[in-house]
Nanobody, 120 residues
Framework: QVQLVDSGGGLVQPGGSLRLSCAAS????????SGWYRQPPGKQRELVAE???????NYSDSVNGRFTISRDNAKNTVYLQMNNLKHEDTAVYYC??????????????WGQGTQVTVSS
């Protein structure tokens, strides 16, 4: 069994910063890739950023240059540093990880989501 815990969301003014964390625990042999997605009000969930175990990253055009994804393999934790936040970044943010379990199974897991609200 694997658990993911998202944290770090909150209310921030435009131009401000937040750092999201996603900690994975349980029967984990290896995390292949991690990503952050978001779902704005009334819209579909979309990819924000992703990172492989080796550190290769990919960002959506809307956040490229403002957000940075990183991971600590020893802690099974992925982070999303969000700078220069804009109103349109308001959404529920979810982490997603692709894990190989101790039993050799590969499966994708989602965090419970953390709300980010950008408002003056």
């Amino acid at each position: 069994q694997v658990q993911l815990v998202d944290s770090g969301g909150g209310l921030v003014q435009p131009g401000g910063s937040l750092r999201l964390s996603c900690a994975a625990s349980g029967s984990i042999r290896s995390i292949i890739a991690s990503g952050w997605y978001r779902q704005p009000p009334g819209k579909q969930r979309e990819l924000v950023a992703e990172i492989t175990r080796g550190g290769t990253t990919n960002y959506s055009d809307s956040v490229n240059g403002r957000f940075t994804i990183s991971r600590d393999n020893a802690k099974n934790t992925v982070y999303l540093q969000m700078n220069n936040l804009k109103h349109e970044d308001t959404a529920v943010y979810y982490c997603n990880v692709l894990i190989i379990s101790d039993y050799g199974n590969m499966r994708s897991y989602w965090g419970q989501g953390t709300q980010v609200t950008v408002s003056s």
